[in-house]
Every structure is written in structure tokens, then in C-alpha cells.
T-cell receptor
Framework: ETGVTQTPRHLVMGMTNKKSLKCEQH?????MYWYKQSAKKPLELMFV???????ENNSVPSRFSPECPNSSHLFLHLHTLQPEDSALYLC??????????????FGNGTRLTVT | GIQVEQSPPDLILQEGANSTLRCNFS?????LQWFHQNPWGQLINLFY???GTKQNGRLSATTVATERYSLLYISSSQTTDSGVYFC????????FGTGTSLTVIP
């Protein structure tokens, strides 16, 4: 699938760095999501934006800061991360937000390593 | 939240074999999807199937919503089928299972 594009694909950063992950969807969807996938764990929902408004923040530490300038773009700003934040970060979109019956479409993910 | 259990957790198949993956969920859901995550991490939609049966080539899925389970059938497996298969359901948010890791050997 090429409807949801994430950059970069891989990122290595030190604990004092600041970096950003980018997600863009070309599907005309109204809801966008950030998920974290750690080894041997279910995907964890981090943030949800519906029509550019944040509707969910699942107790995510403040070192992760989302930004949704419009319905097609979603960013995840990272600063002072910890090694345990190393994971695959996945962006997804759907026509409507949570509790709807519209399917999720995922990007390829960003493999983040914090050193 | 809704509990999602997938079985088996790991599966090794000889190329050409058939398999059935199961997803049980603990409450009524609006939406159920099956995904395949390839070795590069990409999650690909297989089926959007809140109820009924769908088929797509060698894959098919059946969801029995009243009994809170879904099955994914893979027939004539190929090495490219290897990866992790996830089931996800929605109540007030999407809940994912821990996946079935499938390895197809030539």
C-alpha cells in the first residue's frame, strides 16, 4: 500500500537529540493515528487526530509531542528519549475516527533506535 | 478495554500446506480487520470483516460476531506468506492482538 507514507524509515538518535517523524496520507481520510510497536507486545495506540483535533492521548510521556497541521499530515516530535523508546512507530489513517466502522490503513513505519 | 487473543502464537508450515489462524475477542465490536506484517515491518490490510466471510485469492476470513471470533484461512502457503498476522477490533478504539508469527519453509 502506498496511501500512507512515513519518513524516515530508520532513525538512530541520542538521548539528547530532537527529531521528528513525518506521516502523510493520500487517501482523503479524516483521522490519523500514531502507534508504537515494541517487540512481543500488541500495538499501542499513542495519539489520535480526528479532523485535525486530538481526540486521544493514551498516557504518552511528554517527550513525545504530536502535531497535525491538516488532515493529510501528522508529525511526532521527539526529544530527550530513553533507550526503552526504541521501537517501530507506525502511522495509520481511517476515513473516520475511533468507534467508527472504517478500516485502518498503515504506513511502512519508522524504526527508531535510541542510543 | 476489549481483550483480543490470537492463536497459535507461532506457526511453522511447509510450503503448500494450509492453515487456520484464530482471533477471539471479549466484547461486541464495530469493526474487525486482519493485517499481515511483513519482515520489513509494513502492515498490510488483508480483510475488513466485521461479520460474514470474504475471500481474496488463497486467503479467506470468516467472522462470527455473535460468538466473538474470527478465522483467517491460508491455503497453499508460500514463503512470501511469512510474517506476523494481526487481528484488530474496535470498541471505542482499535485493540490489537499479539499476533501469530508464521514461517513458511520451502
Amino acid at each position: 500500500e502506498t496511501g500512507v507514507t512515513q519518513t524516515p524509515r530508520h532513525l538512530v538518535m541520542g538521548m539528547t537529540n530532537k527529531k521528528s517523524l513525518k506521516c502523510e496520507q493520500h487517501l482523503g481520510h479524516n483521522a490519523m493515528y500514531w502507534y508504537k510497536q515494541s517487540a512481543k507486545k500488541p500495538l499501542e495506540l499513542m495519539f489520535v487526530y480526528n479532523f485535525k483535533e486530538q481526540t486521544e492521548n493514551n498516557s504518552v510521556p511528554s517527550r513525545f509531542s504530536p502535531e497535525c497541521p491538516n488532515s493529510s499530515h501528522l508529525f511526532l516530535h521527539l526529544h530527550t528519549l530513553q533507550p526503552e523508546d526504541s521501537a517501530l512507530y507506525l502511522c495509520a489513517s481511517s476515513q473516520e475516527g475511533l468507534a467508527s466502522d472504517s478500516p485502518l490503513h498503515f504506513g511502512n513505519g519508522t524504526r527508531l533506535t535510541v542510543t | 478495554g476489549i481483550q483480543v487473543e490470537q492463536s497459535p502464537p507461532d506457526l511453522i508450515l511447509q510450503e503448500g500446506a494450509n492453515s487456520t489462524l484464530r482471533c477471539n475477542f471479549s466484547d461486541s465490536v464495530n469493526n474487525l480487520q486482519w493485517f499481515h506484517q511483513n519482515p520489513w515491518g509494513q502492515l498490510i490490510n488483508l480483510f475488513y470483516i466485521p461479520s460474514g466471510t470474504k475471500q481474496n485469492g488463497r486467503l479467506s476470513a470468516t467472522t462470527v460476531a455473535t460468538e466473538r471470533y474470527s478465522l483467517l484461512y491460508i491455503s497453499s502457503s508460500q514463503t512470501t506468506d511469512s510474517g506476523v498476522y494481526f487481528c484488530a477490533v474496535t470498541g471505542n478504539q482499535f485493540y490489537f492482538g499479539t499476533g501469530t508469527s508464521l514461517t513458511v519453509i520451502p
